[in-house]
């Protein structure tokens, strides 16, 4: 059973940075799987933030993050993370961390980790 766990979120000034780590246990993922961090913010719908093959190539980001997210993948720790810096109150958020599977919809879900942004 493949399992997610987030860790990382926590509450930071306006400007400042987190680290968000998701570590997988439980499963293999191939070349093409995707690792993805999704937030949701309180009346509103998840939206992608960042995703990365498992292989650690071709990143995608959301414009709105572009120039101050990173992700990043860690293979010999079956880890990946997002680097979030020059964060904005807008990126106040339950972030969660996904990944693929062999159909290559995000079909396994972490458990969400609270980032919250004061201005």
């Known amino acids: 059973q493949v399992q997610l766990v987030e860790s990382g979120g926590g509450l930071v000034q306006a400007g400042g940075s987190l680290r968000l780590s998701c570590a997988t246990s439980g499963g293999t993922f191939n070349y093409y799987a995707r690792m993805g961090w999704f937030r949701q913010a309180p009346g509103k719908e998840r939206e992608i933030v960042a995703a990365i093959r498992w292989s650690g190539g071709n990143t995608y980001y959301a414009n709105s993050v572009k120039g101050r997210f990173t992700i990043s993948m860690d293979n010999a720790k079956n880890t990946v993370y997002l680097q979030m810096n020059n964060l904005k109150p807008e990126d106040t958020a339950v972030y969660y961390c996904?990944?693929?599977?062999?159909?290559?919809?995000?079909?396994?879900w972490g458990q969400g980790t609270q980032v919250t942004v004061s201005s």
């Open positions: 996904a990944a693929t599977s062999v159909g290559g919809t995000y079909d396994y």
